[in-house]
């Protein structure tokens, strides 16, 4: 996961129309694509994990070994087995796909200019940029399959159920071991 994040960082920075943009346009993407983004490079790495259920302490042991009860000190929330279920569902779904690496980067450029983001100064330009990529990302599949437009919407489709997987679930799920308290979004914005 680590290296898929790295990776998904990367693609970011290396994409002269991203450094192009105001630096307050690349955080506003950043902040509301970075989960998407990471959720197509699990899917182009082929990354599966494995969850299991692990029973929650007692409140009675949690006071007597730590000396703080549940009000003092909120925990984190843990992932529903649901919740996990639904990501790996959606992961499954684009699999199915078999998208090549041209079809991967340009669904991310479409992914990352989106337009639609609150705040941003240059939209229109964003806007653009994203119908660009679309337009590549069409003509990709057009010699691959005769039924391509079919094909285009239903990648275009999937690619929109990547915005509700809430980006706490990821957090959990593949870097809270490893950054405990810290907040992944400034620490993503520290390595762009």
């Known amino acids: 996961a680590s290296d898929v994040l790295l990776k998904t960082v990367s693609f970011m920075r290396n994409l002269p129309s991203f450094q192009l943009l105001p630096r307050e346009d690349q955080l506003l993407l950043l902040g509301s694509c970075w989960v998407p983004l990471f959720l197509l490079g699990l899917v182009q790495e082929m990354v599966t994990f494995e969850v299991m259920e692990t029973p929650a302490p007692s409140m009675l042991k949690k006071i007597l070994l730590d000396g703080r009860s549940r009000w003092q000190e909120p925990e984190q929330t843990q992932p529903t087995l649901a919740a996990v279920q639904r990501l790996q569902g959606t992961l499954n779904t684009f699999w199915s796909l078999d998208l090549s690496p041209k079809e991967f980067a340009y669904l991310k450029g479409a992914v990352l200019f989106?337009?639609?983001?609150?705040?941003?100064?240059?939209?229109?330009?964003?806007?653009?940029?994203?119908?660009?990529?679309?337009?590549a990302l069409q003509e990709v599949l057009q010699p691959r399959q005769p039924e391509g437009r079919g094909r285009f919407a239903r990648i275009l489709l999937i690619t929109s159920t990547l915005k509700s997987i809430p980006p706490t679930l990821v957090t959990e799920l593949f870097f809270r071991p490893l950054i405990g308290n810290a907040d992944i979004l400034e620490l993503i914005t520290e390595m762009l």
């Open 114 to 135: 989106n337009p639609d983001v609150p705040g941003l100064r240059t939209s229109l330009y964003i806007h653009s940029l994203q119908r660009e990529a679309q337009r």
